[in-house]
Nanobody, 122 residues
Framework: QVQLVESGGGLVQPGGSLRLSCAAS????????MGWYRQAPGKQRELVAA???????NYADSVKGRFTISRDNAKNTVYLQMNSLKPEDTAVYYC????????????????WGQGTQVTVSS
């Protein structure tokens, strides 16, 4: 069984920074794309940033230039460095990963973390 566990959320003032981490554990053969999503109260969950196994990144327009996604394949971990935080960034942030958990090509599924709260407020 594969699990994703996020950490690093919290309360920060506007303009501040936070670094989120998400570690995958369990039966893992390989990890393809990993990403971060967020969901604010009353809103749909949206993609914040994603990174492929080859290091190609994609960001939501609202966070470009402020957030940086990275990964450490040896640790099965993805990070989200969030700088210049705004109140609009307040949301529950969820880690997502496309993981192959077995020796066959079809042993592949999408997994979600439990979410970590990020609150940007003065």
């Amino acid at each position: 069984q594969v699990q994703l566990v996020e950490s690093g959320g919290g309360l920060v003032q506007p303009g501040g920074s936070l670094r989120l981490s998400c570690a995958a554990s369990g039966s893992i053969f390989s990890i393809y794309t990993m990403g971060w999503y967020r969901q604010a109260p009353g809103k749909q969950r949206e993609l914040v940033a994603a990174i492929t196994s080859g290091g190609i990144t994609n960001y939501a327009d609202s966070v470009k230039g402020r957030f940086t996604i990275s990964r450490d394949n040896a640790k099965n971990t993805v990070y989200l460095q969030m700088n210049s935080l705004k109140p609009e960034d307040t949301a529950v942030y969820y880690c997502n990963a496309d993981i192959r958990g077995g020796s066959h090509w079809y042993d592949r599924a999408n997994y979600w973390g439990q979410g970590t709260q990020v609150t940007v407020s003065s």
